[in-house]
């Protein structure tokens, strides 16, 4: 199984941009690297995917490393609705494998 | 566009009793996922559908856990009898098309308590 590594908890000020970081030492050539987020009480939500180049949406960056081994999740303005927990994970054919994420605390 | 629905939202039984768990996928998306959220984890995979046909039960206690999705829509999981360990949040999925670099869509969950 490929894996993802991600600290544990992250602690950011509002209006501040945020970098979360994500390991996956074992990425293979055709894994895409997704991140999903999760708010309190609700279901994770898609947040942005990516297989080699970076990528930018309404909600995030993703900065890939040039040998796919890290990414970089980048919220480029933290409010405190985005306080949730953010997991990497690298999809393969037989579906998302969700590690614990990194717990994302903003502070007014 | 609605969204994944569940029902219930939260549920308390006792050990050994019987649960079951409904959702209700996004119009038109083929695959549906159920997930396993025990407090502090990701969710885990339990079972995928592809239609009304299963594409991954490998990680579905068996002995105790069942689902289905007869007509390719609405999916029931159950359980039976609950042991206190399946205490968790029941989460389910869809996407449009099965597999690698479909978007899931999750409903908000059922929290289910044993005691």
């Known amino acids: 199984d490929a894996k993802t590594t991600q600290p544990n908890s992250m602690e950011s000020n509002e209006e501040e941009p945020v970098h979360l970081p994500c390991n996956h030492s074992t990425i293979s050539g055709t894994d895409y690297i997704h991140w999903y987020r999760q708010l309190p009480s609700q279901g994770p939500e898609y947040v942005i995917h990516?297989?080699?180049s970076n990528v930018n949406n309404r909600m995030a960056s993703l900065a890939i490393a040039e040998d796919r081994k890290s990414s970089t999740l980048i919220l480029h303005r933290a409010t405190l609705r985005d306080a949730a927990v953010y997991y990497c994970i690298l999809e393969r054919p037989d579906g998302l494998t969700f590690g614990k994420g990194t717990h994302l605390i903003i502070q007014p | 566009e609605a969204g994944v629905a569940q029902s219930p939202r939260y549920k308390i039984i006792e050990k050994r009793q019987s649960v079951a768990f409904w959702c209700n996928p996004i119009s038109g998306h083929a695959t549906l996922y159920w997930y396993q959220q025990i407090l502090g984890q990701g969710p885990k995979l339990l079972i995928q559908?592809?239609?009304?046909?299963?594409?991954?039960d490998s990680q579905l206690p068996k002995d105790r856990f069942s689902a289905e999705r007869l007509k390719g829509v609405d999916s029931t999981l159950k359980i039976q009898p609950a042991k206190l360990e399946d205490s968790a949040v029941y989460l389910c999925?869809?996407?449009?098309?099965?597999?690698?670099?479909?978007?899931?869509?999750f409903g908000p969950g059922t929290r289910l308590l044993v005691l």
């Open positions: 990516g297989l080699t």
């Open positions: 559908f592809q239609n009304n046909g299963v594409v991954d």
């Open positions: 999925a869809s996407s449009s098309l099965s597999g690698v670099w479909e978007t899931q869509y």
